[in-house]
């Protein structure tokens, strides 16, 4: 059985096993620092950091900002050692019966396979690719703007929500005021 658990920096244990997979999953221009990232999750609201359980052994993390009407899943990954057991569908199917509202997530753009195999996956999964241009803004003032495409799932619908949502993430994920 799958489940999300909520954590805290104070998990010492769950703690680092997340923050360990998050580096190992998602280059430096991906993610915020790692101590913004603890701020975040002990003191932010809008912000889960989840530890992914099937049974009591870790399996991932996913972590996701709540905007009441929509969640932004904002990091998703499956330890290396876990993938090809179906975990990221039945982290999927629990994270939609656990919030029970539209999710939103970024997407690399289809440039090779790895990209064009993760958009396969979240469409099985229900999602839809909205093709809208979208830039990921920068984590840190040193880096770059990302070319990436919003995926969501749910009652969204990408020529009515696209720059609402846009909007959100900007300033609330990212710091970005448009």
């Given at each position: 059985?799958?489940?999300?658990?909520c954590i805290r920096t104070t998990d010492i244990k769950?703690?680092?096993?997340?923050?360990?997979?998050?580096?190992?999953?998602?280059?430096?221009?991906?993610?915020?620092?790692l101590l913004l990232q603890r701020e975040y999750t002990?003191?932010?609201?809008?912000?889960?950091?989840?530890?992914?359980?099937?049974?009591?052994?870790?399996?991932?993390?996913?972590?996701?900002?709540?905007?009441?009407?929509?969640?932004?899943?904002?990091?998703?990954?499956?330890?290396?050692?876990?993938?090809?057991?179906?975990?990221?569908?039945?982290?999927?199917?629990?994270?939609?019966?656990?919030?029970?509202?539209?999710?939103?997530?970024?997407?690399?753009?289809?440039?090779?396979?790895?990209?064009?195999?993760?958009?396969?996956?979240?469409?099985?999964?229900?999602?839809?690719?909205?093709?809208?241009?979208?830039?990921?803004?920068?984590?840190?003032?040193?880096?770059?703007?990302?070319?990436?495409?919003?995926?969501?799932?749910?009652?969204?619908?990408?020529?009515?929500?696209?720059?609402?949502?846009?909007?959100?993430?900007?300033?609330?994920?990212?710091?970005?005021?448009?």
């Amino acid at each position: 059985m799958i489940s999300i658990q909520c954590i805290r920096t104070t998990d010492i244990k769950a703690y680092c096993f997340v923050e360990d997979l998050l580096k190992a999953s998602f280059p430096r221009e991906e993610r915020r620092e790692l101590l913004l990232q603890r701020e975040y999750t002990d003191h932010n609201s809008r912000f889960h950091h989840n530890i992914l359980l099937n049974k009591d052994e870790s399996i991932g993390f996913l972590s996701y900002w709540d905007f009441d009407d929509f969640v932004y899943v904002e990091h998703f990954a499956i330890d290396n050692k876990k993938r090809n057991f179906g975990y990221g569908q039945k982290v999927l199917n629990a994270l939609k019966e656990k919030i029970q509202r539209p999710i939103v997530l970024e997407v690399e753009l289809p440039k090779d396979e790895m990209s064009r195999r993760r958009i396969k996956f979240y469409q099985r999964q229900g999602f839809q690719l909205w093709e809208e241009e979208y830039q990921q803004p920068p984590y840190r003032k040193s880096d770059h703007y990302l070319p990436m495409l919003l995926m969501a799932q749910g009652k969204l619908n990408c020529e009515t929500d696209f720059d609402r949502i846009k909007t959100i993430l900007y300033k609330e994920v990212y710091h970005i005021e448009e």
